[in-house]
Structures are given as structure tokens and as C-alpha cells.
């Protein structure tokens, strides 16, 4: 572990984190604006559109290959994406010479699961269209690696849009209720996610659905035929021992590969983190969408 990155952890628990984010969960800021197209660098060209009225971005480098990154950002279902996502896609698009697409998802309060689910997949349909010769893949961190879970199952389940090619998420959040009795003593060790803070944000997110529901809690969902998945969590975050149940459950799926990495001292989602792990993990995550290392 890096100094930076275990500076991290020791400020998450000095500055109470958990606690801060349990406040903007409860009063969650809106018109942030961080992906505005404005706040872009001049070295991409952004193109801006919406659908039903909810904004989308697709960034381009210089050199676009045919491949595209659908980017699902984290939140909680709740909380708006900040400016760490454009940079992210930034790089991706000129480092990694990748299409991406940000699509800024309905959030609860004011919308559920539901509605994030239309918006998306109605976001990926016109993707499919305009761009038809792109090859598609899955990237999403916490909340928006659940999404691109259960995005990917029903994208696969209706069958009448291409698959993504492969899916990588990092910290998802595989169950909307976080009833995975091991939580209890992780808990103790992540100073970034508050779980009872969390536990409500799902309720309203997850609307008139049940907890089990794939669309809020693909752990529970059919993980057959969904292709490569590379999942990425750390051994600081409450949301490890459900990454590990899934893990478990890769030697049995017919037609889904699941390559599980588990970071060692790292805390929540640290890809939002400027660090040499975070540039690792993203270096070994385009490796795998654009088949360019060994053992993937």
C-alpha cells in the first residue's frame, strides 16, 4: 500500500467519513454540476444528450478505437458523481484511446430503481444505434457497479440488444440490504460507508421492489451467460464479504467468468483516489476489456 493511499484511510477515520456521508445521504446535494461539458479539457471533444430529460455524456480522445465504455458512477443510488469521474473518463479517453459514455442515472429520493432502469436501458439502446460498430463494455464503481450488474442481467434476459463484450466493477454493491452477517465485523474496519445510513438509502431506492430483486440486488439474480466480469473490492469495506459470496459462486455459472481481485488494506472504492493502486487497477482493468495482459 502506498503512503498516499494509506494516508486515505487514516483521514476517512480521523474526518468521520462515515458519518459525513450518513448526512448527505439524508440531505443529498443537488445541480453540482461536476460533468458539466464546460469543465471537460479541451483534449476531448464531449457530446451532450438526454434522454427522458436526464443528461448524458460520451467523451472522445484524438484516436478512438471501436471500443466503448458505458460508465455507471457510485453514489448510493443517491448522491450526484463528482469531478473525480470526468477525470477518470478523461483519461480513458486519451491514455486508453476508448469511447465513454456517463449517464447521469435518476437518484432516490425522487426516483427509484425502476426509473433508473428504463432511463439506462433506454441509454443503451440508442448507444447501440449510433454507434454500431463499437464494441461495448461495463465499468462501474459502488452503487454503479451494482447497476451495471443488474444491467447486465437484463440486458441479457429482454435479448434483443448486444451484450457487452466484458463488465468491471470495483466495490459493488451487490445487496441492497446489506444482510450478509459478516458486514457486522467488517464494519469495524471501513471508515468510509455508514451501514444503517446505507440500509435506508436502499429502501428508497429499491421502491415498491423486494430486497432480492436483481434490479437492486443482482447478488440474487441468474449470473449465468453474462460473459467475463472482473470485480475488484478491498479487505476495508463493508462490502467485500457479498464480492466474496460471488466469487464462490463462479466455479458454478454456466457461460459467466467471474475473475475476483481483493485488494489487501485497501478501503472503499479507492479508484476515486489519485494513487499508483488506483492507476493499477485502472491499467489492469482496460487490460482485460482490450485483451492486452496474461492471466485475464
Not at 153 to 172: F, I, K
Request: hydrophobic fraction near 45%; charge should be negative.
Amino acid at each position: 500500500m502506498s503512503m498516499k493511499t494509506e494516508m486515505a484511510r487514516i483521514f476517512a477515520g480521523l474526518n468521520k467519513s462515515d458519518r459525513k456521508m450518513a448526512l448527505e445521504l439524508e440531505h443529498p446535494a443537488r445541480g453540482t454540476a461536476a460533468l458539466d461539458q464546460e469543465r471537460f479539457t479541451k483534449r476531448v471533444r464531449v457530446k451532450a444528450w438526454n434522454v427522458d430529460g436526464f443528461p448524458a455524456f460520451t467523451i472522445n480522445g484524438s484516436y478512438t478505437k471501436a471500443a466503448h465504455v458505458l460508465m455507471l458512477p457510485g453514489g448510493a443510488y443517491t448522491l450526484e458523481p463528482s469531478g473525480r469521474y470526468r477525470e477518470m473518463a478523461e483519461h480513458f479517453a486519451i491514455e486508453k484511446q476508448v469511447r465513454v459514455t456517463i449517464p447521469l442515472c435518476p437518484l432516490a429520493p425522487e426516483y427509484t430503481a425502476l426509473d433508473a432502469h428504463r432511463y439506462l436501458v433506454r441509454v443503451y439502446s440508442f448507444l447501440a444505434a449510433e454507434y454500431p460498430e463499437d464494441e461495448f463494455f461495463l465499468f462501474g464503481d459502488f452503487s454503479g457497479g451494482g447497476l451495471a450488474l443488474s444491467l447486465l442481467q437484463e440486458l441479457r434476459d429482454t435479448g434483443n440488444l448486444p451484450m457487452p463484450v466484458r463488465t468491471a466493477v470495483v466495490s459493488p454493491w451487490l445487496d441492497i440490504a446489506l444482510s450478509n452477517p459478516k458486514i457486522k465485523i467488517v464494519k469495524k474496519s471501513d471508515p468510509i460507508l455508514p451501514v444503517e445510513a446505507l440500509k435506508e438509502a436502499g429502501v428508497r431506492y429499491r421502491g415498491p421492489l423486494e430486497p432480492d430483486h436483481p434490479f437492486v440486488s443482482p447478488l440474487y439474480g441468474n449470473w449465468d451467460h453474462l460473459g467475463q466480469i472482473l470485480v475488484f473490492s478491498g479487505t476495508e469495506e463493508i462490502l467485500t464479504p457479498d464480492c466474496e459470496l460471488l466469487a464462490e459462486m463462479a466455479g458454478k455459472l454456466q457461460g459467466t467468468e467471474i475473475i475476483y481481485r481483493k485488494g489487501a488494506r485497501m478501503i472503499h472504492d479507492w479508484i476515486l483516489i489519485p494513487c499508483k493502486e488506483t492507476d493499477a487497477t485502472l491499467d489492469l482493468i482496460f487490460a482485460f476489456f482490450l485483451e492486452e495482459a496474461l492471466g485475464f
